[in-house]
């Protein structure tokens, strides 16, 4: 890629237009001009001068005050106040206004210059050529300044994408690597306060990595003492330089110069940009450019500091919500399994319950014993149908249905005879289920009232 040259730096690049009425001065102008290496063209009156130059836009006119049509000193004026004539160099000539006051009036309307003629050849390219070194100067610098306020538009833009497009928490990085280049400072550091009101320091230093905060051999300096350092930077709010320091005594590590400059938005300081070690120390330019662009970042970097804590801040609600509707996904299944448990039980405690007497009931049962079966209904359902307050009991769960009935006949005080006929089943069969009921309650060999265990587990 070819690199873009500077303005007006070559005698080839800078066209100067020679206007005199005399066509012989004029020819032989034009030579001398054309000798020196510069471009010429040529214009013999006043309005013909203005014509060429608004074609060809000349680098400098060499012009004749005296002139057929207008003056050279009218001329000049045009151009002068002509803004597409910005730049253009004037400088007249003349060998009939050639007193003190003509030469003054020449330049107070705005010439750069004025030749009294007869001049030599000499004299004439020596001047043209003083001319033209003061207009390359100019454009010189005028091209430094256009060229610095490019690479800081390239800058600020470059800030603002970082800082409101950029996706993590690089950005802070990044943005200092880009004033380190572009400041020519091989080190540097970015302090900032997080949400807390902590003291962060994002370091790029080449050859260690981000966020080493030592005093190994691999760093030029101490980063705590770069940090105290710029404390006052930061108490007062104020920019500092230093040029040809030295670090503390007991590093032993030389520190050659320092750019200190805050962060602060409408009196508020959320950072600090410290700038390190550029070759040939820090300027006043550099220190007020550093400024500029930190009043310039101090808006987009409190937008980025608060979009950045703002997602901390959501990203942990959302975790805190997954964590809650995961507790409460278990709690949702936990209750769909209560209510199946529930189910079954219910289930269970009415097989084994309640529908054994109900079948008593149908089958026909006197008077005494329906009351009977009536209160061991009514008991049973109770205490089994009501499982939010109680589930069936776990006397009951190992007991077969008809053990469960004998138990709940021994509850109510009858005997075995009584139960047998209640039944419809021999003696021997309600002692030999009393006597299962005894060793699944584990007092086979106790001397334990039954219908008293019975009642008290109940």
């Known amino acids: 890629m070819t690199q873009k040259k500077e303005p007006g730096l070559e005698n080839h690049d800078i066209t100067i237009l020679v206007v005199d009425d005399d066509a012989d001065i004029r020819f032989a102008t034009s030579r001398i001009i054309q000798s020196a290496g510069y471009g010429v063209v040529a214009a013999s009156s006043g309005l013909e001068a203005l014509e060429t130059a608004r074609q060809v836009r000349p680098d400098m006119v060499l012009l004749d005050v005296v002139l057929p049509d207008i003056m050279g000193t009218e001329v000049c004026r045009r151009i002068k106040a002509d803004p597409f004539f910005d730049g253009t160099f004037v400088l007249l000539t003349s060998g ?33 050529n003083a001319m033209v070194r003061i207009m390359t100067a100019e454009r010189k610098r005028a091209y430094a300044i256009l060229k610095a306020s490019h690479e800081d538009l390239v800058m600020r833009h ?26 020519k400072a ?75 400059v805050p962060v602060v938005v409408s009196e508020s300081l959320i950072g600090q940009i410290i700038l390190i070690d550029k070759p040939g120390g820090f300027t006043h330019g550099d220190q007020d ?27 942990m609600h959302i975790k805190d919500l997954k964590q809650k509707n995961i507790a409460l996904h278990v709690l949702l299944e936990k209750r769909e399994q209560d209510k199946i448990q529930i189910s079954h039980t219910i289930m269970d405690s009415l097989d084994k319950l309640v529908l054994p007497y109900i079948e008593k009931l149908k089958n026909g049962v006197s008077r005494q014993d329906a009351a009977t079966i009536a209160g061991i209904l009514e008991t049973n359902l109770k205490q089994g149908l009501f499982p939010f307050e109680k589930s069936v009991s776990a006397v009951y769960r190992n007991f077969t249905p008809t053990e469960i009935q004998v138990a709940d006949f021994i509850k109510s005080g009858k005997t075995s005879k009584e139960i047998a006929a209640i039944l419809n089943i021999s003696p021997r069969s309600i002692n030999f289920h009393r006597n299962n009921i005894r060793k699944k309650l584990q007092i086979t060999h106790a001397r334990t009232n039954l219908r008293t265990l019975l009642l008290s587990l109940s």
């Open 96 to 128: 009939l206004k050639t007193g003190s006051s003509h030469q003054t009036e020449g330049l107070d309307v705005g010439a750069d210059g004025y030749i009294v003629r007869p001049v030599s050849n000499r004299e004439l390219t020596v001047r043209v």
């Open 158 to 183: 470059q800030i603002l994408h970082h800082f409101l497009v950029y996706p993590d928490f690089g950005a802070l990085g990044t943005v200092l690597e880009l004033l380190q280049e572009s400041f």
């Open 186 to 260: 091989p080190y540097g550091l970015f302090v900032y306060q997080n949400e807390k009101e902590e003291l962060k320091v994002v370091p790029h230093l080449p050859g260690d990595q981000p966020g080493n905060q030592t005093d190994d051999k691999t760093s030029p300096f101490s980063l705590d003492y770069m940090i105290s350092l710029g404390k006052e930077s930061r108490e007062k709010k104020q920019s500092f330089r230093f040029n040809r320091i030295k670090v503390s005594a007991d590093t032993g590590k030389d520190l050659h110069n320092v750019l200190f």
């Open 289 to 315: 450019r550093l400024e500029s662009l930190c009043a310039f970042m101090a808006p987009a970097l409190q937008i980025y500091m608060e979009k950045e804590t703002a997602q901390k801040q959501l990203k």
